[in-house]
């Protein structure tokens, strides 16, 4: 059962673009969503992460935009640069549990 | 600080084989996971210990056993490998729950095959 499912599977888009992925989720009881990243070859790793009492977070290029109503969430990247290239992924926590549930991934391709 | 370490970080085994596939954190941290990575299957957990002295089963644990060693050793053993376990299995730490939420650091990863 994928409880936090992630939206597209793949995403090309041009230099100085804006790339959006969006992840929902069902479980009222999630109270931290991150987005990490990973290069080829590489762990993830934290890229931003909001809590649900905010509607949108900013760091840099990157933004997280929170609706709590729809049970949504979503990263935008501006000025999409090619090192964007990577995977992304959706998670969310709920409480004291030790585990994220996770999306299946995004793959972003930045073209030159 | 070299943060999370794996080792080794590609291994080959014949079907039947066993190994173990080790990890360390030097951040103190409570928490420790064990993932694998499929193409078009994202993160899954295997086995987590959300402290010294505790493990649980993630998601797929079958064929798979862990070990919490100490704080900061965290090892997955493979008693008789399958090529269905081919995969590439990263370790994961986490810690100071309250103040960073379960912000996890990952290791490089360990690429396995096996045949």
């Known amino acids: 059962q994928q409880q936090v499912k992630q939206s597209p599977q793949s995403l090309i888009v041009q230099k100085g673009g804006i790339s959006i992925i969006n992840c929902a989720y069902e479980?009222?009881?999630?109270?931290?969503f991150p987005w990490y990243q990973q290069f080829p070859g590489k762990g993830p790793a934290l890229l931003i992460a909001?809590?649900?009492d905010v509607s949108e977070k900013k760091e840099g290029r990157f933004t997280i935009s929170f609706n709590k109503s729809a049970k949504q969430f979503s990263l935008h990247i501006m000025d999409s640069q090619p090192g964007d290239s990577a995977t992304y992924f959706c998670?969310?926590?709920?409480?004291?549990?030790?585990?994220?549930?996770w999306g299946l991934g995004t793959s972003l391709a930045v073209n030159p | 600080n070299a943060g999370v370490t794996q080792t080794p970080k590609f291994q080959v085994l014949k079907t039947g084989q066993s190994m173990t596939l080790q990890c360390a954190q030097d951040?103190?941290?409570?928490?420790m996971y064990w993932y694998r990575q499929d193409p078009g299957m994202g993160l899954r957990l295997i086995y987590y210990?959300?402290?010294?002295?505790?493990?649980d089963k993630g998601e797929v644990p079958n064929g798979y056993n862990v070990s919490r060693l100490n704080k900061r050793e965290f090892s997955l053993r493979l008693e008789s490998a399958a090529p269905s376990q081919t995969s590439v299995y990263f370790c994961?730490?986490?810690?100071?729950?309250?103040?960073?939420?379960?912000?996890?650091?990952f290791g490089p990863g360990t690429r396995l095959t096996v045949l």
């Open positions: 994961a730490s986490s810690g100071f729950w309250r103040t960073l939420y379960n912000e996890q650091f």
């Open positions: 951040m103190n941290h409570n928490s």
């Open positions: 210990s959300a402290s010294e002295g505790t493990t």
């Open positions: 479980n009222t009881a999630f109270d931290y």
């Open positions: 909001i809590r649900p």
């Open positions: 998670a969310a926590n709920a409480g004291n549990n030790r585990k994220l549930i």
